[in-house]
């Protein structure tokens, strides 16, 4: 029952007691009385109606007075009493109760402390022992966490619905780097993170049908089952997909990995050999015809006159002309395609010229020593096509001019590495050097289109010969531009709290996702907390959203690596005071995306989950009324940690975010940031969820209905 009716009904009946009482006994006094004298009493009672009124009113006014003074110093403060103690024990272990009200509870609230702390140092014993005890396990998960870093494609581990339970930065990074038209790229890796649908990242007809296979396979006793297929990703690329099931009893598919690898520039450079080998086959048929033709007309008939001899001959030179040249085309638009296809990469130049030389001395059977050079030279290169080159001088240097053997060595000259490839004994000459930068290039039985010319553009460098007549040393020098020395993997601390969350193995326990919303329990249900800065404290008045900042909760788990945060141009001034609150200035806002750029985003970030903000009304308002602009609309349940604080904890002064994470024993980091506000509040919300159930409200039905109940739930905005 309501305290504030608890309080009108112990009122009336207190009053209602004395005044019966004062009642019955002037009706006792009366009833002895004599005829006169009774009747003189009566007149005395009637003459003083108003007085004792007044004496009446007098009365409640104490009886309010002496009852009120009552429940806040009994009722109210013990009330009190109990949610702190309930905070002790449910959310904030460290919170120690302050008693008010009546002196003989600062006993009670003392004697509370006390169990507070013996049952502190059973936890802190508790949790040491379940550390120890854990610590196999949690090596596990970090060799884990670093194997899933390391792996060069991405993966993705699924439940038997499609709900991802695991991913790498790989994968992350897949689904945030092709782009489809009019994304911006900063919101589409959002889309993978744990708990969502893998069916919103590749097409769910292709997975299901996978799927399908995989069950074929396994119910024919094939006992390791996979299969492969290329799709395309929610980003625009292609992506191709090797997919493996893990089982359950029964050999019945229990979940899925996913290796996935972004094929996007390998299909168009195979879809361009097609279109070249198609055209060159066609282009050659018409000139072979004639020169077949031409050539058996010139067997068949030896006889022919001198005339038609020539002509059959002009025929065969001419075609054979036209053929060779399209011969020369398709080669250049082949080599052009392969030097387009060359993928630079920062490397050691002394990793470069040991590769080189073991190439060298393997296929060319030409001994290649490396000279000294520094360790700190790094060049930028397509290790392969620029290998192929030495390969291919040396080669030359070989067969032309009988060399036999040859040297690498490397040197910095300002921006640039100097590669030298050393010889003794041979004059080559710079238009020896000119014939073969144009020829395609042959290392051993191995020819490639590709011309050393070709790759020297490509990679932005030059070559030339140079000598020295003392020693009779000759070198070629392969000038080429600096590299970045390659910064090492950023490894996250896979024993520290701030690892972001890329693995939750509980998922596997969440399954009907078809159940109602309202019968799921708290525990079990995906939530994505927001908040909102903005230009004004009036919606409806024309304010605007300036930043929108969230992050998801996922099995009862804040993951401070799945965040939405992005700055909104509101297109209209942005209010002295609020920017004194928030911080964020006009200007900053400038070349920010308007808010109807942004809510399809959030809309996406949001999806599948309950939304929960602090004050919802006031954040819900701003979205509401810009349903009808942008066409998007929020329609999963809110839950309101203003509200639920209301319910938990009735007695409490105060329910703002800083009380409240005082009171729970919350860090405030990033105050009056729309993502600092959200992770405040989600810890927020994931510390009153055992409070709410120790008051019987499990499920989202009951959260929802207990919220309606309280007066705050009556403000609008």
Not at 81 to 86: C, K, P, V
Not at 210 to 229: H, I, N, W
Request: charged fraction near 20%; include cysteine; proline fraction near 3%.
């Amino acid at each position: 029952m309501n305290v504030r009716l608890k309080f009108a009904l112990a009122l009336a009946l207190f009053f209602g007691g004395i005044v019966a009482v004062v009642a019955a006994t002037a009706a006792l006094v009366a009833a002895g009385l004599p005829g006169e004298q009774y009747e003189f009493f009566m007149h005395i009672v009637r003459q003083r109606a108003a007085v004792l009124g007044f004496a009446a009113m007098l009365l409640l006014f104490a009886c309010a007075g002496v009852l009120g003074w009552l429940f806040r110093s009994y009722v109210t403060a013990l009330r009190s009493l109990a949610e702190q103690t309930r905070i002790v024990f449910a959310a904030n272990r460290e919170h120690r109760v302050a008693a008010s009200g009546a002196p003989e509870l600062a006993d009670v609230a003392a004697a509370i402390n006390r169990l507070a702390e013996a049952y502190c140092r059973l936890q802190a014993d508790l949790e040491a022992r379940s550390g120890a005890a854990n610590v196999q396990l949690e090596e596990e998960r970090n060799r884990l966490a670093a194997l899933m870093s390391e792996l060069s494609e991405g993966v993705l581990l699924c439940n038997a619905e499609g709900r991802i339970l695991l991913y790498n930065e790989k994968a992350r990074a897949l689904f945030g780097t092709a782009m489809a038209p009019g994304a911006r790229q900063e919101f589409v890796g959002r889309l993978v993170g744990l708990g969502r649908s893998v069916f919103t990242l590749i097409d769910r007809d292709q997975v299901a049908h996978a799927l399908e296979k995989l069950q074929s396979s396994l119910d024919q006793g094939v006992e390791y089952p996979a299969t492969r297929f290329i799709t395309n990703a929610v980003t625009g690329a292609l992506v191709k997909v090797q997919m493996a099931p893990f089982l359950s009893a029964g050999r019945r598919i229990a979940g899925m990995v996913l290796t996935l690898e972004d094929v996007t520039e390998l299909m168009d450079r195979e879809a361009q050999r097609r279109s070249l080998l198609q055209a060159f086959a066609s282009g050659v048929r018409a000139p072979m015809a004639s020169l077949r033709a031409a050539a058996e007309n010139l067997a068949s008939f030896p006889e022919m006159n001198e005339a038609r001899r020539v002509q059959f001959t002009e025929i065969v030179a001419a075609e054979s002309r036209q053929l060779s040249a399209m011969i020369n085309d398709a080669l250049a638009e082949y080599a052009e395609a392969l030097k387009a296809g060359l993928a630079l990469e920062d490397m050691r130049a002394a990793d470069l010229l040991s590769v080189a030389r073991g190439r060298i001395e393997a296929v060319l059977g030409l001994p290649c020593a490396q000279e000294q050079e520094p360790e700190d030279i790094w060049i930028k290169v397509d290790s392969f096509a620029l290998v192929e080159s030495l390969a291919y001088l040396a080669g030359h240097l070989r067969d032309d001019y009988g060399v036999r053997s040859v040297a690498l060595r490397a040197a910095q000259s300002g921006r640039f590495a100097e590669l030298d490839l050393v010889f003794i004994g041979a004059i080559v000459g710079s238009d020896a050097l000119a014939l073969w930068e144009n020829e395609p290039m042959q290392v051993g039985a191995q020819q490639t289109p590709l011309t050393l010319k070709g790759v020297l553009e490509r990679h932005g460098g030059e070559i030339w010969v140079q000598s020295h007549k003392t020693s009779h040393t000759a070198w070629f020098r392969l000038l080429l531009p600096l590299g970045a020395p390659a910064a090492p993997a950023p490894r996250r601390s896979v024993a520290s709290d701030s690892r972001p969350e890329y693995y939750d193995f509980d998922l596997f326990r969440h399954t009907g996702t078809d159940q109602g919303l309202a019968e799921r329990k708290l525990a079990d249900l995906h939530y994505t907390v927001f908040d909102t800065e903005t230009t004004g404290l009036e919606p409806s008045a024309g304010d605007e959203i300036i930043s929108l900042g969230a992050v998801r909760i996922v099995n009862a788990r804040l993951l401070k690596s799945e965040v939405f945060e992005q700055l909104v141009n509101p297109h209209r001034p942005v209010s002295k005071a609020s920017t004194r609150i928030h911080g964020i200035e006009q200007q900053a806002l400038a070349g920010q995306p308007a808010i109807g750029e942004v809510l399809p985003q959030f809309q996406h970030f949001c999806e599948d989950t309950v939304l929960v903000a602090h004050n919802a009304a006031f954040d819900m308002r701003f979205l509401e009324l810009k349903e009808a602009a942008t066409g998007i609309r929020f329609a999963q349940p809110v839950l309101d940690t203003l509200l639920l604080s209301v319910i938990v904890h009735p007695n409490q002064e105060s329910h703002s975010l800083e009380a409240m994470a005082q009171r729970l024993g919350v860090s405030v980091i990033g105050r009056h940031t729309a993502l600092g506000d959200a992770l405040v509040t989600g810890e927020i919300f994931l510390k009153l969820l055992p409070l709410l159930a120790e008051q019987g409200i499990l499920t989202l039905g009951h959260a929802l209905d207990a919220s309606r109940e309280t007066y705050h739930a009556r403000l609008q905005y």
